[in-house]
Nanobody
């Protein structure tokens, strides 16, 4: 079992920045993918960014150049630095982990999820 806990969500104005954190604990795999997802009210959960154990990253087009995913392996911690926030970024943000998968952007492929942290961006 793996336990994920997110933090760092807040209410900010457009143009502001936030850094989300996700601490993983439990039976960590030697190799895995971790991802950040978000879900706004009435919308499907969508992939924001993903990273594998080696540090390879991928981003949704809507956040490229504004968000940065990173990890601190020694602390089993995943981060999402979010800059130039827009009202459209308002959502509950979740981190997720899976040992192996085909599509890092698909929420269906992840087994372990955190409880989420709310990000609200006002105009």
């Amino acid at each position: 079992q793996v336990h994920l806990v997110e933090s760092g969500g807040a209410s900010v104005q457009a143009g502001g920045s936030l850094r989300l954190s996700c601490v993983a604990s439990g039976d960590m795999y030697k190799s895995y993918y971790m991802g950040w997802f978000r879900q706004a009210p009435g919308k499907e959960r969508e992939g924001v960014a993903s990273i594998d154990r080696s540090g390879s990253t991928a981003y949704a087009d809507s956040v490229k150049g504004r968000f940065t995913i990173s990890q601190e392996n020694a602390k089993n911690t995943l981060y999402l630095q979010m800059n130039s926030l827009e009202p459209e970024d308002t959502a509950m943000y979740y981190c997720a982990l899976e040992e192996t998968l085909i599509n890092p952007r698909s929420p269906d492929e992840y087994t372990y999820w955190g409880q989420g942290t709310q990000v609200t961006v006002s105009s």
